[in-house]
């Protein structure tokens, strides 16, 4: 079975600028996928090779077997643009039904599908609008709702919850978990709590450049726990944590959070030690976390 | 779910229900069609009426719809073009503008959108046209009679004016997928079209040699086309033809490498 992803060698250059160079990662099909990378580092681009709205200067992409464009992959690979907007002159539920006939649905099974993505969005009450009469939040759920036609097997969302109030950013993860069992969804974001709630392989993209291919289960999470603990003095925590016989080090880059490093080898069941120091302490305690933070991960 | 892709015809077609759908369910469609209407009324009323008076005062013993269609086809034959050069620049532009081409391209082929949309305004052309043509016909048959070979005129002509069309369209076609909006797309054809004739009369002034390039550009056959009658006029239908595959050929190539 061909990968989901396959890209090898990928350079992109505007006007003799590079914003890809020499990528080449290979992904499978399943849990969601991180794409992360600070402003400028190339995610767009990527986006923009892997959906065929730009070729690459050189290298190569195959998804699911075949070049982007491909007609074999029409319907099966679906986007969530940055800054796409919706035609002002039909109603969502018109576009997206326009969308699903494009991808071979009937015309009434396409106002079904329409109404389907646009439900589980809950955006059922606005079927009718015009785009221009929808807020930001609702427009930005109409374009995930137009990603989800046809349940396809690829689905690349660019900051799919950027502008969305908390309680909707909450129902898109939700909805993400609930469907990647058919469907494995790329999320470009900078919001990597969101990130890493949902996925376990992290592409970090940098000056163009794939720096790191972070598959979080093969990390030796054994080593490492994070802890976020509640009102505790940070040197306090620190000198007794320290006294626990399986510590090596114990760091915190922010308030009332460490990172707790430890011999897991030999102490498998350190966070039972640790949850003990606690109890007993009376620290009460927000998160834990085996292993390190997206964060830590990427930019320590 | 099993959904059978559909085939580059059924989406061509799906693309241009949607234009319909566009031209009378929306705002801006319903907008252009009451101008274009309105222009017509005024034109039949002014024009067609009083020529058509005219040669009933005259006792005139012509066919009458020789006078009138000829009458139609010269005002029909710059009226489209013109019209065309606006309405039909929007083929692809705003949609790539707007990001919406990324939309479209996620579900199916950069050909059935280029062609979708060439077919979708030729089809609304067309539409126009015949309601133009089918117009003068009813308004000559309530003051002059009815009078067969006023149909056969009237095919003859709007059939003419469908071909001269062609390449003007094709010419939006290609300008909307080079530039990202309808309006770079207007200017540009004006300008295009301005220097291109200028620069090829220009020069065929001086060297007679060239002066079938002048064939290259859309609508450089108009004053031969006009002085031909009857079925005559399809001698030059090779022209719009070949003129509309070569920009439709040069148009694809565009959208293919274009990025959106």
């Known amino acids: ?276 120091t606690l109890a007993d302490k009376n620290w009460p305690y927000r998160r834990l976390i085996k292993g390190k933070t997206l964060e830590e991960k990427l930019f320590s | 779910m099993s959904i059978q892709a559909p085939s580059f015809i059924q989406s061509v077609g799906i693309i241009i229900q949607q234009e319909f759908q566009r031209l009378f369910f929306s705002r801006q469609g319903g907008l252009y069609l009451f101008a274009f209407i309105f222009f017509w009324a005024l034109m039949l009323r002014y024009v067609i009426v009083n020529v058509s008076n005219f040669l009933a005062q005259q006792g005139a013993q012509t066919d009458w719809s020789d006078t009138v269609f000829s009458t139609y086809f010269n005002i029909s034959l710059y009226l489209f073009p013109l019209l065309c050069i606006f309405i039909a620049a929007n083929q692809t532009g705003a949609d790539r503008e707007r990001g919406t081409l990324r939309l479209l391209l996620m579900r199916t082929s950069r050909d059935v959108i280029f062609f979708g949309r060439f077919l979708a305004q030729v089809c609304i052309q067309y539409c126009l046209i015949l309601f133009t043509a089918t117009s003068t016909l009813l308004l000559g048959f309530y003051y002059q009679g009815f009078n067969l070979s006023a149909v056969s005129n009237a095919f003859i002509m709007a059939s003419n004016i469908a071909l001269v069309l062609l390449p003007f369209i094709a010419l939006m076609a290609l300008l909307s997928a080079s530039f990202k909006s309808s309006k770079q797309a207007t200017i540009s054809a004006a300008l295009i079209w301005s220097m291109a004739s200028g620069i090829i009369t220009g020069i065929s002034h001086y060297f007679p040699a060239v002066e079938p390039l002048k064939m290259l550009i859309p609508g450089m056959q108009f004053s031969s086309l006009s002085l031909l009658e009857g079925v005559e006029m399809f001698s030059m239908a090779y022209i719009p033809l070949l003129q509309t595959a070569a920009l439709l050929i040069a148009g694809r190539f565009i959208m293919h490498r274009s990025s959106v």
């Open chain 1, 1 to 276: 079975m061909s990968p989901l992803i396959e890209c090898q060698n990928l350079d992109k250059t505007y006007a003799g600028k590079t914003a890809l160079k020499n990528v080449s990662f290979t992904c499978q099909a399943g849990e969601p996928i991180a794409l992360v990378g600070p402003n400028g580092a190339g995610k767009t681009t990527l986006f923009s090779i892997l959906c065929d709205y730009i070729r690459p200067t050189s290298g190569s992409v195959k998804i699911l077997g075949f070049e982007p464009g491909d007609k074999a992959l029409l319907g099966q690979v679906s986007a969530l643009p940055q800054d796409a907007q919706f035609d002002p002159g039909f109603s969502i539920h018109s576009q997206l039904s326009f969308y699903a006939k494009l991808q071979g649905f009937k015309s009434a099974p396409a106002k079904q599908e329409a109404e389907r993505v646009l439900a589980l969005m809950g955006l059922e009450d606005n079927l009718h609008s015009l785009p221009n009469m929808l807020s930001h939040g609702m427009r930005k759920r109409a374009a995930i709702a137009q990603a989800l036609i046809g349940q396809p097997k690829l689905v690349l969302l660019d900051e799919p919850t950027a502008g969305l109030d908390p309680a909707n950013a909450k129902k898109i993860r939700q909805l993400i978990s609930s469907i990647s069992a058919e469907t494995t969804f790329i999320i470009s974001s900078h919001n990597l709590q969101e990130l890493e709630r949902l996925c376990n392989t992290v592409l970090y993209l940098e000056k163009g450049e794939l720096q790191q291919q972070n598959h979080s289960l093969e990390d030796s999470r054994e080593s490492f726990l994070t802890v976020h603990v509640q009102d505790v003095p940070q040197q306090v925590f620190i000198d007794e944590i320290k006294q626990l016989s399986a510590v090596k080090e114990i760091q915190s880059d922010q308030k009332n959070e460490f990172l707790i490093t430890y011999d897991g080898q030999n102490t498998p069941d350190f966070d039972q030690h640790l949850l003990k």
